[in-house]
């Protein structure tokens, strides 16, 4: 008995142990989870993998919020126009009428690589997520927009000397945007881009489900 007594008081510190390494495990595991599927998205919307995408972005939420946000990004753009160059606000007018089909555009694994790509939308008629190269699309998570069509450029233009000379004298340096993630509360996590320092900032939002799981469900373009 009392060999068995002293056995179970030796466990006793092992388990504790073990208690605290899980708990520490989990709660790590926690906080980093919305980088997880911020990285994780990333990636299946630049191949898109839509059935992947679906899983990490709550659709009809962004959907909600994008309407929200493109309103008052045009609204704002009217208001801007309103004393000034008629042909402008005829312009922000038309825009409002063509927000439908914006969201539409955007919420999709298109719009949602845009976004996570430093590529918002910016109201403008007829306006489409950027096309991706379909090397980029395979590429690492961190690449660069607007990278690829630069290279294609390049490529294309390699066979004669002097284009190719006019190219690399004038074509900018990559410019890849400014990026920015955490918490903003308990069950929100922000990725926030900015190309340059007067440039405008805007977040994709991502909102906690459960302990674990994480969904791109906002877009902020006034940050």
Do not use: C
Not at 62 to 72: H, Y
Not at 98 to 108: H, N, W
Request: hydrophobic share 40%; net charge positive.
């Amino acid at each position: 008995m009392a060999v068995s007594t002293r056995t179970k008081r030796g466990a006793r510190p092992l388990i504790v142990t073990l208690i605290v390494i899980v708990v520490i495990a989990g709660l790590g595991f926690a906080y980093a989870s919305p980088y997880i599927a911020l990285n994780n998205l990333k990636r299946a919307a630049d191949a898109r993998d839509a059935q992947t995408v679906n899983q990490y972005v709550d659709f009809p939420a962004l959907r909600e919020s994008l309407k929200q946000q493109v309103t008052g990004l045009l609204t704002r753009r009217l208001d801007s126009h309103g004393s000034g160059n008629p042909l402008a606000a005829i312009g922000a007018m038309i825009g409002v009428a063509l927000i439908g089909p914006l969201v539409d555009a955007y919420a999709t694994p298109d719009g949602v690589a845009a976004l996570l790509n430093g590529i918002p939308p910016r109201g403008e008629p007829g306006e489409r997520p950027a096309a991706q190269n379909p090397a980029a699309a395979n590429g690492p998570a961190s690449a660069t927009p607007g990278t690829s069509d630069r290279a294609d450029q390049s490529a294309g233009n390699s066979g004669n000397p002097a284009v190719a000379s006019n190219a690399g004298r004038n074509a900018a340096p990559p410019q890849p945007p400014q990026t920015t993630a955490g918490y903003r509360g308990l069950n929100e996590f922000a990725v926030t881009y900015q190309h340059g320092a007067g440039d405008a900032r805007y977040s994709a939002i991502f909102m906690r489900e459960g302990l674990f799981t994480w969904k791109l469900a906002a877009v902020n373009l006034n940050e």
